[in-house]
């Protein structure tokens, strides 16, 4: 078993930053891509970003390339999302997700994002 719990969200204005904390306990030897979604209010969850088991590979909605940084760090078993420049329309609760080696995933709870015009 994989628990997640996310850490960071809240108010901010637009143009401000945030950075997200998905933060992973139990079995996080065997996690191997790990992808932050969001959801807004009436809307379908979409995937924000997503990296590799290593960390060395990245990718970003088209929504999000360049404002967003997405990193982690396996030794502390946290991966981070850097919200840059943030609009109005990145108001939603983003979740991380861990897949696993035996194709199994694990979803966080989530934490609002909600961004002020």
């Known amino acids: 078993q994989v628990q997640l719990v996310e850490s960071g969200g809240g108010l901010v204005q637009a143009g401000g930053s945030l950075r997200l904390s998905c933060v992973a306990s139990?079995?996080?030897?065997?996690?191997?891509?790990m992808y932050w979604y969001h959801q807004a209010q009436g809307k379908q969850r979409e995937v924000v970003a997503s990296?590799?088991?290593?960390?060395?590979?990245?990718n970003y909605a088209d929504s999000v390339k360049g404002p967003f940084t997405l990193s982690r760090d396996n030794a502390q078993n946290t991966m981070w999302l850097k919200m840059n420049s943030m609009k109005p329309e990145d108001t939603a609760v983003y979740c991380c997700?861990?897949?696993?080696?035996?194709?199994?995933?694990?979803w966080g709870q989530g934490t609002q994002v909600t961004v002020s015009s």
């Open positions: 997700k861990a897949g696993t080696h035996w194709g199994k995933n694990y």
């Open positions: 990296i590799s088991t290593n960390g060395r590979t990245t």
């Open positions: 139990g079995s996080t030897g065997l996690i191997n891509g």
